[in-house]
Nanobody
C-alpha cells in the first residue's frame, strides 16, 4: 500500500550525528504506525524506534534512548530518525518500516524500504 525510500546514511565519526529520512508514497500514509529497524553484519534485524500516526506515541530501543529521536511529518509524507552521539555499535543497515494495519503499533511491519547504510568509525 505504501512505498518507502530511505536516505541520509553514510560515514560518521563516533560521537557525531546523522539524520535519516524515509519518504513515503500513498494516500493513507498518515494512518500507519512507522519506524526503523537495523541489521548489522552477522546479526538479526532489530527494532530501533517507532512512532504512531499522530506522532503522540514513540518507542525506542533501550540502547538508543536519549540519543535517537524519531519524528514524522505527515504533510510531507516523511519519517525521520535523528541520531546523535553515534557509537561504532550503531553501525548497520537501517530500514524504514510501516504497519499498514495499525495506527499505533509498528509490529509486525508489512512494508519495508530498501535500507541505508550507516557506518560509525572509532
Amino acid at each position: 500500500q505504501v512505498q518507502l525510500v530511505e536516505s541520509g546514511g553514510g560515514l560518521v565519526q563516533a560521537g557525531g550525528s546523522l539524520r535519516l529520512s524515509c519518504a513515503a508514497s500513498g494516500r493513507t500514509f498518515s494512518w500507519y504506525a512507522m519506524g526503523w529497524f537495523r541489521q548489522a553484519p552477522g546479526k538479526e534485524r532489530e527494532f530501533v524506534a517507532s512512532i504512531s500516526w499522530s506522532g503522540a506515541s514513540t518507542y525506542n530501543l533501550g540502547s538508543v534512548k536519549g540519543r535517537f529521536t524519531i519524528s514524522r511529518d505527515n504533510a510531507k509524507n516523511t519519517v525521520n530518525l535523528l541520531m546523535n552521539s553515534l557509537k561504532p555499535e550503531d553501525t548497520a543497515v537501517y530500514y524504514c518500516a510501516a504497519n499498514s494495519k495499525s495506527t499505533l503499533t509498528l509490529l509486525p511491519p508489512d512494508c519495508w524500504g530498501q535500507g541505508t547504510q550507516v557506518t560509525v568509525s572509532s
